[in-house]
Every structure is written in structure tokens, then in C-alpha cells.
């Protein structure tokens, strides 16, 4: 898959086009129900979204430029990992708001 849109500006038509095609396969290799992990280095990969979301972030917000192995979106056939993140199948956090604050709060 091409990747050279990492890098250009996020208001280009080759990143619109490299973004949308990076989507299409991350909800189909890696969603969980209507989300995916949102591709973000600052929050770690921890937060769930959906499609929408990610991609008006990703309008907004560049594409992590470091980020170009792509495991916790699905990418597998690689020997090791861009960013040095564990990859894992993961479940979706509880939407419980009392949950997410004691996750929040305990998170080691």
C-alpha cells in the first residue's frame, strides 16, 4: 500500500487520497464493532473512535509521520513494529463513565 501521502500536508488531495484507503483497511482488518484505535502517538493508540472521527482528527491533526507499519490497524505481515507499540487484539473500554474514571485514575 502506498504511504507517501504520510507526509504531505493534510489539506492535499494526496493525502485525502491516502487517508481514505488507509481507513478502508483499518475498519476492515482492525475494527471492533464501528471503531478503530484512533492513529494518534499522543494519546498512545488508547482511544476508540469511529470512522468519522478519525478521519476529521486526521484532517485536522496530521498523520502520525512515524507511524508507517501499520500492526494495530492490521498490518501483520511485518517483523517488527514502527513505533514500538505492543499489538494486540483489544476490547472496546466500558462506556460506563464511572469505569472510564476508575481506568483513567488506575491506569498503571
Known sequence: MDKSWIG????????????????????????IGDKIKYPCHLCYFQKWQTRDIVYAHLICKQFSQNYVTWVIHGESNVVNNSLNIESSHDILPPSNPVELLLMKHFRA
Open 8 to 31: 504531505k500536508p493534510s489539506n492535499t488531495l494526496e493525502y485525502e487520497h491516502g487517508l481514505n484507503p488507509f481507513l478502508d483497511f483499518t475498519f476492515m482488518n482492525s475494527a
